[in-house]
C-alpha cells in the first residue's frame, strides 16, 4: 500500500472538480484529483458542442484563478433574457418579456463557453500548477476519515490522506454515499434534451425560454457554425413526450423543435449529437461530513432552469476555497466546514424550492395554471420585483 499525502484530495474531474483543482492550486495547497474516465481526448472541442452559460460570480471565480483571459475571446455574450409564455399545439404566443442586464445596471448577464473549450483551458491552467497531480483513469474506492484526516483508497492501489476530502463525481457520488450521507430526490417524469442547433435568423445575444406543456425550451446563443447562426437548446419534455421526438428522423424533429421555438430564430436543424438525461431536484441532506466537503451535483441537482446549475456549484467552490484560503492551518476542521455548510445551505435549499416550485408550474398544460403562469411573469417584469428577482437569480444576494 503506497500512501500519499495532499492537502486536498477531490473525487471528479468535470467542469466543476477541475475548478476546484485550479481554486484550491491558485490558493497554494496541494491537490490530487482522480477521475475514473480517461483524459479527455486531443479533438474533443471538435465534437463536443455543448455549452454553459457563466453568470457574473462564476467569471469572477474563472478569472481569480487565472482561467478568464483565455477564456474571454470565446465567449458569447447574454445581452438579454426573453420570456415566452405559449398554449396549446403548434403553440401560440400568449405572453413575451425581455430582462435586460441594464436594469441591474450591468452590461452583461453573463457569457456563454463551449465546455470543452472551458475544460482544455482549465487542463492548460492545472498543468502549470506543480501543486495540483491529476489522475485520470483512477476512482475513488474507500473512505476512512479520523480527527485530522481523511484516508481515501483508488482504484490504482494507492490511499491519499489529506485534510479534505472534495466530492464534486456528480449526482451519484460515491464519496458522498461513502461519507455516509444521504440525499433527497424530487421526480417530475420529464426528460431533458440538450444539443446544439443551427437558425437564419440570428440570436442577438438573447437567451430565450419558451413556456408550453412539458416544461422550458431554452436557447443560449453560442459562436456561429460555419457562418450559420447558433444556439444551445436544453428541450424539456414529458416522459412519453420525449420518448416519441427521440423516435423521429431529423427532418421530423426540426420541424417539432422549430414548432416549439415558435419559429422565433426561423426553421432551425440539429447540428451536434443529442443528450438527455431526467430532470430531478435532489439536495443531499448534509453539505459536510468528517474532513468531507460537497459541492455540484454531489450536493445539489437542479432542473436546467435559468442557468443555476453549473453557477450554483461554482458557488459552491468558491466560498470552500475561500474559507481555506482565510485559515489554512483550519483546512477541513469541523469549523471550517460548519461555516461552509451553513453559508451555502441556504442558497442551496431555497434556489432549489424556487425551481421546483417555477418547473412544477411551467411544465402544466392546464389553463387555470398556465393562466397563473402569464400572470407571474407579468408581474415578476412589469412591477419592481423585477430587480429583485433579476438579481437573486444571476447569484446576488
Known amino acids: 500500500m503506497t500512501v500519499v499525502r495532499a492537502d486536498v484530495f477531490i473525487s471528479g474531474g468535470g467542469l466543476a472538480g477541475l475548478a476546484a483543482a485550479a481554486a484550491f492550486g491558485q490558493a497554494g495547497f496541494s491537490v490530487l484529483l482522480a477521475d475514473p474516465a480517461p483524459p479527455p481526448a486531443p479533438d474533443a472541442d471538435t465534437r463536443d458542442l455543448r455549452s454553459t452559460a457563466f453568470l457574473g460570480p462564476s467569471r469572477d471565480l474563472l478569472d481569480r484563478i487565472g482561467l478568464w483571459d483565455d477564456l474571454a475571446p470565446h465567449a458569447v455574450r447574454l445581452d438579454a433574457l426573453r420570456i415566452v409564455d405559449t398554449e396549446g399545439w403548434p403553440p401560440e404566443i400568449r405572453e413575451t418579456r425581455l430582462f435586460e442586464p441594464a436594469d441591474l445596471g450591468a452590461e452583461t448577464?453573463?457569457?456563454?463557453?463551449?465546455?470543452?473549450?472551458?475544460?482544455?483551458?482549465?487542463?492548460?491552467?492545472?498543468?502549470?500548477?506543480?501543486?495540483?497531480?491529476?489522475?485520470w483513469g483512477t476512482g475513488f474506492r474507500a473512505l476512512l476519515t479520523r480527527t485530522g484526516e481523511a484516508r481515501v483508497t483508488l482504484t490504482d492501489g494507492r490511499v491519499v490522506a489529506a485534510r479534505l476530502a472534495v466530492a464534486a463525481d456528480g449526482r451519484d457520488s460515491p464519496l458522498r454515499e461513502a461519507a455516509g450521507i444521504t440525499a433527497t430526490t424530487r421526480r417530475y417524469g420529464q426528460r431533458a434534451f440538450a444539443f446544439t442547433a443551427m437558425h437564419p435568423v440570428p440570436h442577438s445575444g438573447i437567451s430565450t425560454e419558451v413556456y408550453n406543456q412539458g416544461g422550458a425550451f431554452t436557447t443560449v446563443p453560442v459562436p456561429d457554425i460555419d457562418g450559420v447562426p447558433a444556439s444551445a437548446i436544453v428541450w424539456m419534455n414529458d416522459g412519453r413526450r420525449a420518448a416519441d421526438l427521440a423516435k423521429l428522423d431529423d427532418a421530423a424533429f426540426a420541424h417539432e423543435m422549430t414548432d416549439r421555438a415558435c419559429g422565433i430564430l426561423g426553421p432551425m436543424e440539429r447540428a451536434s449529437p443529442m443528450g438527455q438525461w431526467p430532470v430531478i431536484t435532489r439536495t443531499a441532506d448534509h453539505l459536510t461530513a468528517e474532513r468531507v466537503a460537497l459541492v455540484a451535483e454531489a450536493a445539489h441537482v437542479l432542473p436546467p432552469i435559468g442557468a443555476q446549475g453549473l453557477n450554483t456549484s461554482l458557488n459552491d467552490i468558491a466560498l470552500l476555497a475561500d474559507l481555506a484560503a482565510e485559515a489554512p492551518d483550519a483546512l477541513g476542521t469541523p469549523q471550517q466546514l460548519d461555516a461552509y455548510a451553513r453559508r451555502r445551505h441556504r442558497d442551496i435549499a431555497l434556489r432549489a424550492q424556487v425551481i421546483d416550485l417555477y418547473n412544477r408550474i411551467c411544465r402544466s398544460g392546464e389553463p387555470p395554471i398556465q393562466a397563473i403562469r402569464r400572470a407571474g411573469l407579468r408581474l415578476v417584469h412589469d412591477t419592481p420585483l423585477r430587480k429583485q428577482v433579476m438579481q437573486a437569480g444571476l447569484g446576488g444576494n
Do not use: D, S, Y
Open 109 to 135: 448577464f453573463g457569457w456563454n463557453l463551449p465546455n470543452a473549450l472551458t475544460r482544455h483551458h482549465m487542463m492548460i491552467a492545472l498543468a502549470r500548477m506543480p501543486e495540483v497531480e491529476i489522475a
